[in-house]
């Protein structure tokens, strides 16, 4: 079992910046592919970044060049660096953790984003 806690959420304007932090109780975190995914409201959830312990990532379309997300494996820790916000990004952002072998996924509780001015 594998517990997801996210954390950094919250209200930022437009053209701000936010950073979200995930910590990962997981006994061998490294051979888990970490994500973010949102979901607004009316829409479905959708992955916005992806990366794994060799930090090959990949993106959504829509933040590519606005969001980093990078992972520390050390520490059981992956973040998103969300700059140059825009009122779309508004949504609850979820962590998620799925095993390169058994193919188990988790899922963080969510922290809500909420770029408006």
């Known amino acids: 079992q594998v517990r997801l806690v996210e954390s950094g959420g919250g209200l930022v304007q437009p053209g701000g910046s936010l950073r979200l932090s995930c910590a990962a109780s997981a006994r061998s975190y490294s051979i888990y592919v970490m994500a973010w995914y949102r979901q607004a409201p009316g829409k479905q959830r959708e992955l916005v970044a992806s990366i794994t312990s060799a930090a090959d990532s990949n993106y959504a379309d829509s933040v590519k060049g606005r969001f980093t997300i990078s992972r520390d494996n050390a520490e059981n820790m992956v973040y998103l660096q969300m700059n140059n916000l825009k009122p779309e990004d508004t949504a609850v952002y979820y962590c998620?953790?799925?095993?390169?072998?058994?193919?188990?996924?988790?899922w963080g509780q969510g922290t809500q984003v909420t770029v408006s001015s």
């Open positions: 998620n953790a799925v095993h390169l072998i058994s193919r188990a996924e988790y």
